[in-house]
């Protein structure tokens, strides 16, 4: 009879599609899948082992870099669900068991978890099939709770490799301490360090699974149960007390829609970063209105991480990475030309200046043709400008288009005006030359 | 004697499980029913529990360590519907004897009507770890791991707990109240089959009962030597077609040495198939065969062939001591069947019809309760 290795039929059918696929790594040198980094080499028995070993990869960590201990990855229950499946692979049942009630006891309401008992129990009494052997039962909440399983081993399969950076984080300001970056397609939100003592680089600190969008990513308009792509920043911290159950242990709303959204005619409002509801420790991969959901335990050590109003939120259809060569080229040809601007304006070459714009242009209800003579009219009014550029984010955003995201404090000293703002730049590739598309206040 | 169903409405309170072990199998008690605990099992029986308590402990008074007395008392709680105090005598039971595997099985009942699956677990784990071939309790078991796997289904799924394990179960005892096939409850006589290595007992996994056989299995056969309460003797009712074989002294029926001829063609049988020699498994069937659901010859021979020949993996096919009776040249062999292959183990009750023909003895009907 083939019962006995029914999950492997269903489940980790699945995995083999999955487990070749690499992180989308757009550099030429792709290093060997090493095993990359010390966190990844977590493989745990029961909770007290999961802790244990936690706390030495952390203590690696801090050893290798002489820094401070850092947010540990594989605190959720992916090390022991790997392990799960793999004594369901060898055809160790009973041990299965034993570690899912384990995890149980560590996760009393783990959906996922009450699955796989179920199946592995209704197994010592019938043969069984598949995945969610249940005779009769709602297809729907099996499939997501196997896509849960499927995106959780494959997370923990396939850490970031060290010395791979998301191609987003080109250059975190200095007073942000953290970036989150989000996957939508392998559900999983990564929280990177700017770690200044290296250049800013950014240093991979935990990943965690989210959930997104019922209907996945790209949201249009509002209530498309979509959630947005782009680079956002948190907002607000709301605190659990002034929540309904729905958000869990709290909620950090984000800036979508942000000025590009807007000028794209993108709806809607209301995302989220937030927790689980009472009655489920996780929720399936798609399943809110467009808000990145986060376990309760994983939203409380990632909000440690957030700061309101600057730490940024970049989500992505499918991060890009980058090798640490490839993002120091790209992160200093745009300070480059971030510098030319800035140059260019403070030369008064009023001409020069606006060859950084580009004819697509729109700000502020101007177009191109509009800010120009605004900009030959003032200008032509000025003896002196000099012009201070500080705190310097750039950050990539996701998708096909080369567009990336600027946003400074300027500094701007005229002979007849002073004036101190935080300004924000979309900047576009067009025919290999970054121009502005968009300006404004931020 | 045969034994007299228990009450109805204990068939309802104990549809959980359904296999309550009404006695215990130890060897050196006899001297000690000797005095009262035969008019304790009667009054048990007529569901005169407070005299039946009276009487018991009156028993108790002077052997206060009394396993059977102690035993019966706790089965007196559970029928008065006193569970906490039924489950005290048990565990305490377990506790002074943890040999013994009936007071592990009943506790697990207990818990179970209390829905404490988990407990009910580990009683009924610990019953088979102290026997590894105590029938009922993998009886039982299997129905907790079905009502685990579906509590744990509801938690997983968010179902309203009327999942469809828990309904084919409830259903399947339905069936077998209404269709009159007769008594469902656990008449089971005491007597776990302590001595016989039942195959069974290696494989905690087994298929889904069919509703008879699941009946059956609570009425595993005498141990040789049990001194069980005297009038309790394995039952045969209708429903109840164990009567199962064990190498009893006094099985009337077997006179001639003909029953030796059909034993061994059962056993040829049995043989053949373990060893997947299609050839001799099917040589063993009269050409006038009863076929089931009136298939053709070749339909059914290339099912077994496929169902055989063709399985992976090892098939172990064993069976208990037959009940044979022959009239003329008809025979009929009851016993109990152990099928064992990958992922598949079960136990259920046989009955071969064999003609002669020829010096030999040919299956002519096969059924399994």
Known sequence: MPGRKFLLLALLGCLAGGALAKPAVSAKSAKKPAAATPLRKVAVVGTTAVAATALASSAKAQSNTGELPRTVSDAGPEAQLAKIFKEIEANRLNNALQLTEALLRQYPN??????????????????????????GA?????????????????????????????????????DQRHAIVVDTKRSRLYVYENDLKNGGRPRFVADYYVTQGKLGSDKLVEGDKKTPIGVYHVTANLPRQKLADLYGSGAFPISYPNELDRQQGRGGSGIWLHGTPSDTFARP??????????????LDAVA????????????????????????????????????????????????RYLKHYSKRFKAGGQSFDQFAAQKRQVNAGKEWIKLKINNLSVFRNPGKEDVVVVTFDQDYRSNNLENQMKKRQYWQREDGKWKIIYEGSA | ????????????????????????????????????LPEVQRLIKQGQYPQALEKVDAYLSSRPKDAQGRFLKGLIYTEMNRPADAIGVFTKLTEDYPELPEPYNNLAVLYAQQKQ??????????????????????????????????????KALQLDGSNAIAQNKLALIRDLITTGKGNVKPTAPAAPVAAA??????????????????????????????????????????????????????????????????????????????????????????????????????????????????????????????????????ATAKFRQHYKAPGLSSSTTKTLIFVRAGGKWLIKDENAR
């Open chain 1, 110 to 135: 783990y959906r996922l978890a009450h699955l796989i008992r179920g199946d592995l129990l209704l197994a010592r009494t019938q043969p069984i099939q598949g995945f969610g052997a249940l005779n």
């Open chain 1, 138 to 174: 709602p297809a729907d909440k099996v499939a997501d709770l196997r896509a849960e399983a499927v995106v959780r081993l494959k997370g923990y399969r396939e850490k970031p490799q060290e010395n791979f950076v998301p191609r987003y984080l080109l250059q975190m300001q200095p």
């Open chain 1, 285 to 298: 991969p798609k399943a809110s209105d467009g808000c990145v959901v986060l376990t309760n335990q994983d």
């Open chain 1, 304 to 351: 440690k991480n957030l700061q309101v109003g600057l730490t940024p939120v970049i989500i992505s259809s499918s991060v890009e990475w980058l090798s640490l060569d490839d993002w120091n080229k790209e992160r200093n040809e745009l300070n480059k030309t971030i510098e030319n601007w800035r140059a260019d304006w403070e030369s008064r070459d009023t001409e």
């Open chain 2, 1 to 36: 004697m045969t034994s007299t169903p228990l009450p109805r409405h204990r068939s309802k309170q104990f549809q959980t499980l359904r296999a309550l072990a009404l006695g215990l199998a130890i060897g050196f008690s006899a001297p000690s029913f000797a005095d009262n």
């Open chain 2, 117 to 154: 699956y988990d407990k009910a677990r580990t009683a009924l784990e610990m019953a088979i770890r102290t026997h590894p071939s105590y029938a009922i309790a993998y009886e039982n078991l299997g129905d907790i791991y079905a009502k685990l796997a579906s509590q744990a289904y509801d």
């Open chain 2, 197 to 330: 290595p039942a195959p069974v007992a290696a494989a905690p996994a087994k298929p889904a009962p069919a509703p008879t056989a699941a009946v059956v299995a609570a009425t595993p056969g005498a141990a040789a030597v049990t001194p069980k309460p005297a009038e309790i003797k394995p039952a045969t009712p209708a429903a109840a077609p164990a009567a199962p074989a064990a190498p009893a002294p006094a099985v009337a029926n077997k006179a001639d040495n003909g029953s030796d001829e059909v034993a061994k063609a059962v056993a040829a049988w049995a043989n053949a198939w373990s060893r997947k020699d299609m050839k001799v498994y099917l040589g063993a069937y009269a050409s006038d065969f009863e076929t089931p659901k009136g298939m053709s010859r070749k339909t059914w021979e290339d099912e077994r062939e496929q169902r055989i020949a063709g399985k992976a993996g090892k098939i172990s096919v064993t069976v208990d001591e037959p009940q044979v009776t022959i009239n003329g040249d008809r």
